[in-house]
């Protein structure tokens, strides 16, 4: 789904989004709340400039629009693959842009995300995973990487990595796994506003994803590791 | 083990912390074995690959995690990441100086694929969640392996980092740049220019680390210390100042194709000179040139 018809679905009640490069950003009405929108789109590579561009949304919304819900609206095919962007130092960018979430969700601004393409690893971690609950359209794909460059990178053989995406959520790409794994809270498929709805409603700020993980079957272990980490 | 870059990560805790003040939390005889190498015929760690627990630096009360760069590049799987994760939630209930990094990793282990990247997430929301609740994280990194990927973003997050002239911090690594767009756009092999791009100095002199150290256990374990009592919280002010910052850099550094030219860009007449100086040498002259 093309993000227009996304951001029309979810803002029964309106916005002004709008492309700019591979930028999203607006604000969207949905029933009576507002939410800043901020995003990308053409499965846009992640760089310096993009980052930022991002993260002074979300600084504009905390210091002019104080609680404001925020938005994240995610296609992307990861970070920049670029000499210059590590030059410049883009894990530092991301790491800013993940904080201003932060920051955010502690001054009490209700950090949503929907993943409507495609969602790949760096470009994701910053913004989308950062999110209270993060959401995915059920077509969307969702990975680390695809499963020929991580036999290169791995040295494993293809067909054994192919043979166990079929099996194991951990492995395999797409939306659903990761709800498995509690990562992505839920499919949305059906009435994208009343879903938003409920998702400014019900999102905890507190980072539950273990316990969904945990729950749900895909991702066993990470949660009673976590417990006896903190306690034992 | 005087060198830090040589040091496992046991030998680096014992370096660093204060002598008899440790205690290993889920130590090896715990078992901890990641639950995805096996279907992969891949041999397993007792602590996958990082030794989480809790001692003293400088009589300062500190909650410590250190990666294991031997096992696996220090890379971040379901286990490794809920241990580090499990660290942080400790320190909601303990009274700590902050919490200690001792970073060396690839990032996500590509080998446990989606269970790696969502560990490495949940590291950097429980840096930054620590941090807005006022709880100083510093990060160290001088392996061999260096520290890249998501867990590039996750040092990104902390409160300091230090660093030695041998440590690279970086996002993708040159070889992944290699991979995906050629030798032409990032030369993997050419090592000068990998530092020139993600080593100490270069990062020291972006403003990108802190403190920049020699390669000894004594300096790292000095500047942590140093680090620990100096950080600051975050703010909407902070935030506000980095974004200013960052757009300045990205104006003023852009245009450029290499790390001599913003040397020369930040004052240093003999750019290709940079990696030829020392430690105290190269902080020395930086003074009133670093780009933070």
Excluded at chain 1, 144 to 163: F, G, I, K
Excluded at chain 1, 175 to 204: C, E, H, I, K, P
Excluded at chain 2, 93 to 119: F, K, M, P, S, Y
């Amino acid at each position: 789904m093309d993000w227009v018809t996304v951001a029309e679905r979810l803002f029964d009640r309106g916005h002004d989004i709008v492309a700019s490069g591979d930028l999203l950003s607006g604000v969207g009405q949905c029933g009576d709340t507002a939410f800043t929108v901020v995003g990308s789109t053409n499965h846009a590579e992640i760089g310096v400039e993009l980052t930022l561009a991002m993260a002074k949304r979300v600084i504009e919304t905390m210091r002019d629009h104080p609680g404001r819900p925020i938005l994240f609206l995610i296609d992307t095919q990861g970070q920049r693959l670029r000499h210059r962007d590590e030059l410049l130092g883009i894990h530092h960018y991301m790491a800013h842009l993940a904080q201003c979430v932060e920051l955010a969700r502690s001054r009490g601004h209700r950090v949503l995300a929907l993943v409507y393409d495609q969602a790949l690893s760096g470009g994701f971690l910053a913004s989308g995973m950062m999110a209270d609950l993060c959401a995915a359209l059920p077509d969307a794909e969702i990975r680390v990487m695809n499963l020929a460059a991580m036999a290169r990178v791995t040295r494993l053989p293809e067909e054994r990595l192919t043979a166990l995406a079929k099996t194991s959520p951990v492995f395999a790409p797409g939306a659903g796994n990761y709800v498995q794994m509690g990562a992505v809270d839920s499919l949305w498929d059906d009435d994208l506003a009343a879903r938003l709805t409920a998702a400014f409603r019900d999102a905890s700020p507190n980072d539950n994803r273990r316990e969904l993980g945990r729950v749900r079957g895909g991702r066993r272990l990470a949660a009673t590791i976590a417990e006896r980490a903190a306690t034992e | 083990m005087q060198s830090y870059y040589e040091a496992t990560a046991r030998e680096r805790v014992a370096g660093i912390l204060d002598a008899g003040s440790w205690r290993e939390i889920l130590p090896p005889t715990t078992r901890t074995l990641s639950p995805h190498l096996a279907a992969l015929g891949l041999p397993a760690a007792f602590d996958d690959g990082v030794v989480i627990g809790s001692g003293t630096l400088d009589d300062l009360p500190v909650l410590l995690a250190s990666q294991e760069g031997g096992f696996m590049g220090g890379a971040v799987g379901e286990i490794q990441g809920a241990k580090i994760v499990g660290l942080f939630e400790r320190a909601k209930t303990q009274d700590i100086a902050g919490i200690v990094l001792l970073l060396e990793t690839g990032g996500v282990r590509l080998q446990e694929a989606n269970a790696g990247l969502i560990a490495v997430s949940e590291v950097v929301r429980a840096i930054c969640a620590t941090r807005v609740r006022g709880v100083p994280v510093v990060a160290a990194i001088g392996g061999k392996f260096g520290c890249f990927g998501g867990m590039g973003i996750a040092a990104g997050c902390c409160t300091r980092i230090i660093m030695s002239e041998e440590g690279r911090l970086g996002l993708s690594g040159p070889e992944v740049i290699e991979t995906a767009r050629g030798v032409e756009e990032f030369d993997s092999l050419d090592r000068a220019l990998v530092w020139r791009t993600v080593g100490g100095k270069h990062r020291f002199l972006m403003g990108d680390c802190a403190i920049l150290v020699d390669d000894r256990q004594a300096a790292f374990r000095a500047a942590l210390a140093r680090a620990l009592r100096t950080g600051e919280d975050l703010s909407l002010t902070t935030v506000e100042h980095e974004q200013q910052l960052l757009e300045t850099r990205l104006a003023r550094f852009g245009a450029y194709g290499d790390g001599e030219e913003i040397w020369r860009d930040l004052g240093f007449d003999k750019p290709a000179s940079v990696p030829l100086l020392a430690t105290d040498a190269l902080v020395a002259l930086s003074e009133h040139v670093r780009a933070a």
